[in-house]
């Protein structure tokens, strides 16, 4: 039988990850010792893989496809093919992004007063090539974590970090100088993988599934019924993703609607939809928008 091999971000987006799978159709699952999980497709296999080295091991081919940040992609210069760009992470569904960040009494302002600077970050190779592109002359080193906490206790001059709000960075009493990259999760498949046919047809059932999953996040379903005389009313009070169906019911003086909206407008929603004549209104989950 062929066989997928499939690598599962290991660290913050390991729960997420699972979690998506599960709403796409897949059930994934193993202990915390494991590095090997199962999943309900005998056509698919498993590895966990820290997602700093995701695209070594897809690019190399021990893995066929697997779900790592744009940013490792690039740190590794790693030669993949970029499947599908999956916007989510730990905690939100926006890109994030690595930011060169100094103490807030600190006197660089901009990139160029960097000239003979020492930096601290887990994305050296980026960095480095970052800075040498616009002739600045920085040291950059590698940080073994608590990045933060080297800008702040003086060790060195700046770090190169990713943040989503920059909540983090703000409570450290740190200030971001420049935003240096955009980044967000990949699925991305090994060449040979994604050139072999049964590979590249699998490749693309999981990238649709996974897709129409974080498409689905967020929003809700809802059904409702109306009469003739109030059609105009309710339909202007709905959002859709393109235009509800509507389809005529039994009676012809009445009418089923059916749309997909924002989960974080239902609660106002439905209250103006029961003012404008809808009826029988039901509220349901989404697991894929396709």
């Known amino acids: 039988m062929n066989k997928l091999k499939l690598g599962i971000p290991k660290g913050s987006l390991e729960t997420n ?17 494991s590095y090997f999980p199962d999943i309900d497709d005998d056509e698919i296999t498993c590895s966990l893989v820290r997602a700093q080295e995701m695209s070594r091991y897809v690019e190399g081919g021990t893995l066929d496809l697997g779900l790592t940040g744009k940013d490792w992609v690039i740190e590794n210069d790693s030669t993949v093919v970029t499947v599908q760009d999956l ?37 050296v190779q980026f960095t480095k090539r970052y800075f040498q592109e ?24 700046a770090i190169v970090e990713v943040t989503e709000t920059g909540s983090t960075i703000r409570a450290n009493k740190l200030r971001i100088v420049h935003e240096l990259m955009q980044t967000n999760t990949q699925l ?5 993988a994604w050139e072999d046919p049964w590979k590249r047809q699998k490749i693309e059932q999981i990238r649709m599934l996974l897709n129409g999953s974080l498409q689905a996040l967020g929003k ?8 003739k005389e109030n059609l105009g009313r309710v339909v202007l009070l709905l959002p859709s993703l393109k235009a509800p169906t509507i389809s005529n019911l039994y009676s012809e003086e009445w009418f089923a ?24 209104i039901i509220e349901y989950p989404l697991n894929k928008v396709i």
Do not use: C
């Open 134 to 157: 616009r002739n600045i002359g920085v040291h950059v080193e590698f940080s073994w974590g608590a990045t933060e906490a080297k800008v702040v206790e003086g060790l060195v001059d």
């Open 87 to 123: 916007v989510y992470s730990k905690t939100s569904t926006r890109k994030a992004r690595w930011v060169l960040v100094v103490r807030e009494d600190s006197p660089i302002q901009s990139l160029d007063d960097m000239q003979g600077k020492r930096i601290s970050t887990e994305l």
């Open 257 to 280: 609607i059916e749309t997909i909206v924002s989960a974080g407008i239902v609660r106002d929603l439905i209250p103006l939809l029961r003012e404008a004549g809808a009826e029988g």
């Open 17 to 33: 990850t699972v979690e998506l799978f599960k709403r796409a159709g897949w059930r994934i699952s193993y202990d915390s010792r």
């Open 188 to 192: 991305i498949a090994n060449p040979s």
């Open 220 to 227: 809700v379903g809802l059904k409702l019924n109306v009469s």
